[in-house]
């Protein structure tokens, strides 16, 4: 790691996975000989059924493995979602559903070791402030852990603390947060005694980021943002002269101090929907995303300076990584491009996978590999460097749309219906 970079989290085991993204919230592990090849029938450690939906990422801290899911149930007679206006016109976006029929929103907890299911706590059920994309779920935030707590946040339905028995520590509501009818995406992060939530909503009236006191739920600050609907979630980073708290945005991107959140600086924004997580290396860090614009830009944290720029091979939702001085981008249709974290030289693009695929899930990198995960389950096991190589190409069987985490020597992938652990 630089030595004048060190990304913030709450850890204190380097083979936690405690967060969106892992232990520095940027889909790195510092762990070696991870299984490379499995199947259905190979390498699989166990195999657990997941009710309902959920495109949150697994979360792990020791013997305890994290999730969330939603489960459908019955329509409620005159139930709607809240009313989106655009040009003083309420409109009803296409594609988007859900808030006619209660859900079960649920938090559970996995040993680790054997995959057995050891508690799960219904945290919401009944009627949805706002609809989902057909495609989104209302289960897709990743719950972030301090090693003693997990914390899961469900948008407009609230935000929830529990210890590692099950029991609810708080609950905190943070207002509805209407997202023209997507959904959420967004997922909380660990600072310190707070727990920061990025919140933006409709085309930008009433958006917000926030930290509350994780021990009590209780609001420390809440500051405005300028910013429309969006679902990345902001990274923490210590650069040359202070920690800053980056986000990232359609109108803006803005850094905060993590402690008060008064605004630091602020940079232009990416026009597109602020979706992929930002990457963080030598005291910068770049932004992009791919929606229907493909922007992408790094910023120098020490003067705030834009260094350069590339917007080409940005994805819708797939978030990139940047690993061992690299950063490697994917497209929704799989398409891969690597480009020097420092100058933005491009090493290659137009790398192809053995399969076409379309991609949700964001990329892990370790021990020297890229492993991407397809919509259909399959993985590719791709060698870091300057040449495009595919090493490995594994399935699980089934559709998976959640990130992969890596914890203990194991891989651990949520599919559609099942939770899998990886290992040899």
Known sequence: ??????????????????????????????????????????????????????????????????????????????????????????????????????????LICVDVDTGKILWERTVHEGRMYDDRQKSNTYASSTPATDGSHVYAFFGSEGVYCYDFEGKQIWKASLGGIAKMGYGEGTSPIIFENLLIIQADSELGQGSFITALDKTTGKQVWKTPRKNRASWSTPVLVRGAKRVELIASGAESVVSYDPLTGKELWQSEGLVSHAIPTPLIGDDTVFVYAGSHDKRGYAVRLSDNKVLWRHDKGTAYV?????????????????????????????????????????????????????????QDGDTFVIAAGPKHEVLKTNSVGEPVYASPAISGGRIFIRGQQHLYCIGQ
């Open 1 to 106: 790691m630089h030595a004048l970079v060190l990304i913030i989290c709450a850890l204190t085991l380097v083979d936690n996975w405690p967060q969106w993204r892992g232990p520095r919230g940027q889909g790195v592990s510092d762990e070696k000989n991870l299984p490379l090849e499995w199947s259905p029938t190979k390498n699989i450690k166990w195999k657990t059924p997941v009710p309902g939906r959920g495109h949150s990422s697994p979360i792990v801290w020791g013997n305890r493995l994290f999730l969330t899911t939603s489960i459908e149930g019955a329509e409620i007679p005159g139930a709607a979602a809240v009313k989106h206006v655009i040009n003083n016109q309420v409109v009803k976006l296409p594609d988007t559903t859900g808030a006619e029929r209660s859900h079960t929103l649920k």
């Open 318 to 374: 797939a978030s990139g990584v940047l690993y061992d001085g690299s950063i490697y981008l994917i497209t929704d249709g799989g398409i891969m491009s690597s480009l020097d974290a420092k100058t933005g030289q491009l090493k290659y693009e137009g790398g192809r996978l053995p399969v076409a695929a379309t991609f949700f899930a964001s990329p892990v990198a370790f021990d020297g590999k890229v492993l991407i995960t397809s």
